[in-house]
């Protein structure tokens, strides 16, 4: 059985801070994570904050956004620093684990490059995998999923409650 879910939240930051607080309460509970979490860092109200992604366990911080200025619109992922992190967490995976998480199956993830090899390993392998998205891209992982994803509400207890349903033996 695929034990694969998402979660969405909308505020801004938020969607970060949960799925930095369930790789921790996971790791406490003796569980073996693999994946990244995002650590945004010097944020103001005027500015984008800078994105770093924490690779799981206890790897490296990776900063994965690139500063194009004040007024520049548009995508900020530096496609370099996304490359190292996915080539970090892939030599992670060759260890073994128990849960694979995403901080967000994003833009790239949708056009079949980013994490979107590396989710697919960690589903086959038996691992649990928990992805965070958004409204623009969900479609397209319950589409990568193949229907077989579950929406959790974005809430610390809901997550690890559908951890523990999921992996109850």
Not at 42 to 49: G, I, S, T
Not at 96 to 115: A, S
Not at 138 to 145: H, I, L, P, V
Request: hydrophobic residues 40%; contains cysteine; negative net charge.
């Amino acid at each position: 059985m695929m034990k694969i879910a998402y979660t969405m939240a909308h505020g801004r930051g938020e969607l970060d801070l949960l799925l930095a607080e369930l790789a921790k309460r996971l790791e406490a509970k003796g569980v073996v994570t693999r994946g990244i979490v995002q650590t945004n860092s010097e944020c103001a109200p005027d500015r984008l904050c800078d994105m770093d992604v924490q690779v799981l366990p206890d790897g490296d911080v990776i900063r994965i956004s690139q500063s194009l200025g004040k007024e520049a619109r548009g995508c900020r992922l530096d496609p370099d620093a996304m490359a190292h992190a996915v080539a970090e967490v892939s030599r992670s995976m060759q260890t073994p684990y128990d849960v694979f998480l995403l901080n967000k199956f994003g833009k790239q993830e949708g056009e079949g490059k980013g994490f979107r090899d590396l989710i697919a390993e960690a589903a086959a392998s038996g691992a649990t995998v928990i992805a965070g998205t958004n409204p623009l891209n969900s479609e397209k992982f319950t589409q990568f999923a193949d229907g077989m994803a579950t929406e959790v509400p974005a809430d610390i207890d809901a997550l690890l409650a559908w951890y523990d349903e999921v992996n109850a033996s």
